[in-house]
């Protein structure tokens, strides 16, 4: 393992979000999670807007062809509109579409970003890596292979998939550690990461580096890609490390529903089965 200094420059700009836009965004989201028709006063309630700007925004969305009106029932679904925007992703290598995520997500944290994809055979690949500028950093080859058990990501994995305890430990035993952390801390970690959807490893897989991980499943609920924070040990503390594993978790969802098509109610029924 090879460390060095980056050099990379970026420019930063300051960034203005604009309140309606993102409530826009909020209602179609909404819609799509739903999978049903809703009427403005639902879609007001559950999105936290008050009804008279609900309404303008759906009235401007239908008119815009993004959401279909039943005037019926006075209700809203998603619409054809949608597919104009869509239509260019599909048959689109998905990690492309994740690149531009991790990218910012390694400069806003000043952390190295690892991308995984998780083989049917249980290992798991570096397919990409994001760095933040002018950092010390740990350099991990492309295609790079591991357990899927292996350090913060196999922790996420073994939660993710609902293994008992005996079949973590078979998993578990397959990983070769720099400094082993022991069965039992590494169940109460899978335990935990059920919960939060993310993981640590101190050290353990490799002396020297903190990483935490999370995951991206499909819509059937396999785990298809693993993201982890690659830092040297004590360049980010522990409340660091947490709001890079949240964002990552975030990042996880957001993957989810827009590459695989994962909705809302299909993680909620996987998180409960685990």
């Known amino acids: 393992m090879q460390f060095y200094q980056g050099n990379i420059v970026t420019i930063e700009a300051s960034q203005k979000l604009v309140p309606a836009v993102q409530n826009a965004i909020r209602i179609l989201r909404l819609l799509a999670a739903a999978g049903r028709p809703m009427g403005a006063t639902q879609i007001a309630r559950e999105t936290g807007l008050n009804v008279s700007s609900a309404f303008n925004i759906l009235r401007t969305l239908h008119n815009e062809g993004l959401l279909g009106f039943d005037p019926d029932t006075k209700t809203y679904t998603v619409g054809m509109g949608l597919m104009e925007f869509a239509a260019p992703l599909l048959g689109a290598n998905p990690f492309d579409l994740i690149r531009p995520t991790m990218t910012a997500l390694a400069q806003e944290y000043e952390v190295v970003i690892g991308l995984w994809q998780i083989t049917s055979n249980q290992r798991v690949v570096l397919i990409d890596r994001f760095t933040a500028p002018n950092i010390v950093q740990a350099a991990i ?15 996420c994995y ?23 952390p022991g069965f039992d801390n590494y ?4 335990v935990a990461a059920r919960e939060t959807g993310t993981a640590q490893d101190r050290g353990q897989l490799f002396r020297g580096l903190d990483v935490v991980a999370a995951l991206a499943r499909d819509a059937g609920g396999v785990p298809q890609i693993g993201m982890s924070s690659i830092s ?18 975030e990042a996880g969802q957001q993957i989810e529903r827009g590459v695989f098509c994962r909705s809302a109610k299909g993680a909620q029924k996987s998180t409960s089965a685990d």
């Open 187 to 190: 169940w109460r970690d899978v």
């Open 158 to 180: 073994a939660a993710a998939v609902g293994l008992d305890k005996a079949a973590t430990q078979e998993g578990y035993a397959t990983v070769r550690w720099q400094d082993e």
């Open 232 to 249: 040297i040990a004590g360049q980010h503390d522990d409340d660091s490390l947490k709001r890079v594993a949240a964002a990552l978790a």
């Open 141 to 155: 080859a492309r295609n790079s292979r591991l357990p899927v058990f292996a350090g913060a990501i196999g922790r």
